[in-house]
C-alpha cells in the first residue's frame, strides 16, 4: 500500500505545483499559531468550528507537517489526501456562506486561492510527486532533466 502511493512517474516538472501547493500551506499552518485571534482558534471559533482551542492547532499542525510533505515530495499523495480534507471543510465553512449570502461573484473572489489548491492537490494526488521528490527516490526512479 505504502508502495503504490509513492509510485509516480509525473515529470520533474512537477516539482513547482508540489512547492506552490505545499509552500502555501506550510505558511497557512504557521500563521494559525503565530496570530492565534486572527488565523487559529479565535477564527474557528468566530466561523463556528466546534472546539476551536483545538482544532485551531490541530489543522495548524496538519498543513505544516502535509505542506513540509508536499515541499520535499514524501509521502505526497497521503498529504493531498489530508489537504484535501482541510481545504474541503474551509471551503464548506467559509466560502459556501459568502455564497449563500452575497451570491457566486463575491464568492468566487474570496475562493481564489482554496479553488486553486483544490485543484493543485486533486493533481498532485493523480500523478504522485514527480521523479524530483523523496518518492521517486524512495522508489529508485531515476531523476530525469526533462519536464
Known sequence: MLSSLQQTSAPAATWIVRW???????????????????????????????????????????EIVCGFLLLIGLFTRFASIALLI??????????????????????????????SMFMGLLFLLIVGAGVWSLDARARGIRKRSSA
Do not use: N
Request: proline share 7%.
Open 20 to 62: 506552490l501547493v505545499g509552500l502555501v500551506f506550510l505558511l497557512e499552518g504557521i500563521k494559525k499559531f503565530l496570530f492565534v485571534a486572527a488565523w487559529g482558534a479565535g477564527r474557528f471559533a468566530r466561523i463556528g468550528i466546534p472546539h476551536p482551542q483545538f482544532f485551531g492547532p490541530f489543522v495548524g499542525c496538519v
Open 86 to 115: 482541510d481545504i474541503s471543510v474551509a471551503i464548506l465553512s467559509t466560502k459556501v456562506p459568502i455564497l449563500m449570502k452575497q451570491g457566486w461573484w463575491p464568492a468566487e473572489a474570496e475562493a481564489r486561492t482554496d479553488y
